[in-house]
T-cell receptor, first 112, second 114 residues
Framework: QKEVEQDPGPLSVPEGAIVSLNCTYS??????FMWYRQYSRKGPELLMY????GNKEDGRFTAQVDKSSKYISLFIRDSQPSDSATYLC????????????FGKGNQVVVIP | GAGVSQSPSNKVTEKGKDVELRCDPI?????LYWYRQSLGQGLEFLIY????????KSGLPSDRFSAERTGGSVSTLTIQRTQQEDSAVYLC????????????FGPGTRLTVT
C-alpha cells in the first residue's frame, strides 16, 4: 500500500463548477498536508498547507483534513479555465527530513 | 524575488553516460531537496540537504545517484552510468530552515536516456 493514494483519473468540469479532489494516506505520523498545482512542463506550485485536522480557506480554495479517517480534500469554487492543471496532494511528518510524500495527481480541465 | 532555477531544462543522453543536473535554490533558503517525477511513480523524494548537516540520502534509488551542495547554496545531482529507467523529470525544491511544509520547486530538468 502506498503511503498516499490519489485517484489519478482526469476530471473535466464546466466553468463555474466546484472541483472536489481528495487523497487518503496510511502513515499516521503525517502532520502537514499540502496541495500543489502543476501546470504542464512546470514545477509544482504550493497552493496551501494545513497542519493537523481542520479546514483552511484561501480565496476560492478550501482544504480539509480529517486525520481520524486519514482523508484530505481540496475544493475549488467558481472554477476558471486558468485552474486547468494537475493537482497534487503532499504530506510530511513533523520534523525529520521534511520529505514530502506525494499523491499521483489529478488532471483537472475546466471547460469554458 | 528569483525562484528556484535548474539547468539544463532538457537533457538527452545515451545509456551508460554520466549526467549532472544543477539546482540554484532561493536565496536565503538553507534547505534543499531533490525529487524525481516519472509517469508511473509520481513524485518521489531523493535527497535532502539542511545547512552544513550531513545530507539525508534515504531516497536515492541506487549508488549510481549522488548529490552535493557547495557553499550551502548550489546543488548538483549526478547520475552515473545512466539507465533507461532513469528517464524522468528531476525537480529541485528549497525552503527556509525547518519550514519543510513550504517547499518551492524549480521547473525541473527533463532527462531522457536513449
Amino acid at each position: 500500500q502506498k503511503e498516499v493514494e490519489q485517484d489519478p483519473g482526469p476530471l473535466s468540469v464546466p466553468e463555474g463548477a466546484i472541483v472536489s479532489l481528495n487523497c487518503t494516506y496510511s502513515n499516521s505520523a503525517f502532520q502537514y498536508f499540502m496541495w500543489y498545482r502543476q501546470y504542464s512542463r512546470k514545477g509544482p506550485e504550493l497552493l496551501m498547507y494545513t497542519y493537523s485536522s481542520g479546514n483552511k480557506e484561501d480565496g476560492r480554495f478550501t482544504a480539509q483534513v480529517d486525520k481520524s479517517s486519514k482523508y484530505i480534500s481540496l475544493f475549488i469554487r467558481d472554477s476558471q479555465p486558468s485552474d486547468s492543471a494537475t493537482y497534487l496532494c503532499a504530506m510530511s511528518e513533523l520534523g525529520g527530513n521534511n520529505r514530502l510524500a506525494f499523491g499521483k495527481g489529478n488532471q483537472v480541465v475546466v471547460i469554458p | 524575488g528569483a525562484g528556484v532555477s535548474q539547468s539544463p531544462s532538457n537533457k538527452v543522453t545515451e545509456k551508460g553516460k554520466d549526467v549532472e543536473l544543477r539546482c540554484d535554490p532561493i536565496s536565503g533558503h538553507t534547505a534543499l531537496y531533490w525529487y524525481r517525477q516519472s509517469l508511473g511513480q509520481g513524485l518521489e523524494f531523493l535527497i535532502y540537504f539542511q545547512g552544513n548537516s550531513a545530507p539525508d540520502k534515504s531516497g536515492l534509488p541506487s549508488d549510481r545517484f549522488s548529490a552535493e551542495r557547495t557553499g550551502g547554496s548550489v546543488s548538483t545531482l549526478t547520475i552515473q552510468r545512466t539507465q533507461q529507467e532513469d528517464s524522468a523529470v528531476y525537480l529541485c525544491a528549497s525552503s527556509l530552515a525547518y519550514r519543510g511544509r513550504e517547499q518551492y520547486f524549480g521547473p525541473g530538468t527533463r532527462l531522457t536516456v536513449t
